[in-house]
């Protein structure tokens, strides 16, 4: 059987509409606004979504939004929380999520880990009792932004089967690091293949996926999303991934005193919190090197890197670059939404009364 030429990001039909961002952005504001979360946590939520869509990553997109009014409803996300700090040192922090957004939570650890760092030179802050917080590379470029270091991963619902296993035990465990530069250099990966909700995408457009993203329900490596949802997810890189899986599983989960693998909940589903975890870090720059000399060495990194291409047609990308430039490109020309994705959430503005998007 042939393996689907698709690359592992988000290769997509030709779109059913294209938005602007600024207009996605109050859209999504308006349906939380309606089913009942505060206009504070529903702008940041918003931007959160809208920010993956921008990047090219729709799965992190507008496309969830219709599972978080369905958490809302549900009380498995309490609408209301607000991070609240357990306890403290000069340069740490252990949050307490409460079962809201974590996207709320995210960016609160951001500025709590700025402010430490601007003090102590070095911080860390660990969340518990978390829900998704979607991609996490914006978090991080806030980080960067303030001339440090960003660093941060998240555990998640088991989705992804051990070396040699499988059974799902593992979330897809997704870390970021981002250094402030010109434009940040930012890595943002997840520690599985793919991230599970690109094949839950690719189901509801009707792709096939890649034949070494996942596993079926008997261990099988499958092209088939519906038997991978079902499956397990593959580790990247085999034993590497695996063992990456684990050390965001050991700082996101069991340092934070949030669930641990097994223990935490699904997005998908209404029954219950999450309940997942987070470890943010923040350096600052002038504690090693002046910013200046810091920059320019960045600066002979990057040139090198991207000299080592040999000419021809091939370009060299550092991290996070292709994610800079869609983004670029879409603030100017808009996000393209599939029809899959414009038909539920024109449903869903009819649901709460809101305007269509």
């Not at 695996?242 to 965001?248: K, Q, W």
Request: include cysteine; proline fraction near 7%.
């Amino acid at each position: 059987m042939p393996i689907p030429s698709l690359r592992p990001s988000e290769s997509m039909p030709e779109p059913a509409s294209v938005v602007s961002s600024g207009r996605l952005c109050r859209f999504a504001a308006e349906v939380l606004l309606r089913s009942g979360v505060p206009q504070d946590i529903a702008d940041i939520v918003a931007w959160s979504l809208v920010e993956a869509d921008l990047r090219g990553h729709p799965s992190h997109g507008i496309a969830r939004l219709p599972v978080f009014v369905q958490r809302v409803r549900s009380g498995a996300h309490d609408p209301q929380a607000r991070p609240k700090i357990l306890a403290a040192s000069r340069n740490t922090a252990v949050v307490d999520a409460a079962n809201g957004f974590g996207h709320v939570a995210a960016k609160f650890a951001v500025e709590l880990a700025v402010e430490k760092a601007g003090e102590a030179d070095v911080a860390v802050v660990v969340i518990r009792r978390m829900q998704n917080c979607g991609i996490l590379a914006p978090y991080v470029e806030e980080i960067a932004f303030r001339g440090m270091i960003g660093a941060m991963c998240t555990n998640g619902a088991p989705a992804v089967a051990p070396v040699g296993g499988s059974k799902p035990i593992l979330g897809t465990n997704p870390l970021a690091i981002s250094f402030p530069f010109v434009e940040p250099i930012t890595l943002d990966m997840s520690t599985a293949v793919v991230a599970r909700d690109k094949i839950t995408m690719a189901l509801r457009e009707g792709r096939k996926i890649p034949l070494d993203w996942a596993l079926d329900s008997e261990g099988r490596p499958t092209i088939d999303p519906g038997k991978a949802l079902k499956g397990s997810l593959l580790p990247l890189g085999g034993h590497k991934g695996f063992g990456l899986a684990v050390v965001v599983e050991l700082l996101a989960g069991v340092l934070s005193g949030a669930g641990i693998a097994a223990d935490v909940g699904w997005l998908y589903t209404t029954d219950r919190p999450q309940d997942s975890g987070c470890c943010m870090a923040a350096l600052r720059v002038a504690a090693f090197m002046r910013e200046e000399e810091f920059h320019d060495r960045l600066t002979r990194m990057a040139t090198q890197v991207k000299g080592a291409g040999g000419g021809g047609a091939c370009t060299i990308n550092l991290p996070g670059e292709i994610e800079r430039r869609t983004r670029v490109e879409r603030l100017r020309e808009g996000i393209p939404l599939h029809a899959a994705t414009a038909e539920t959430l024109q449903h869903l503005a009819e649901e709460v009364g809101a305007k269509p998007v």
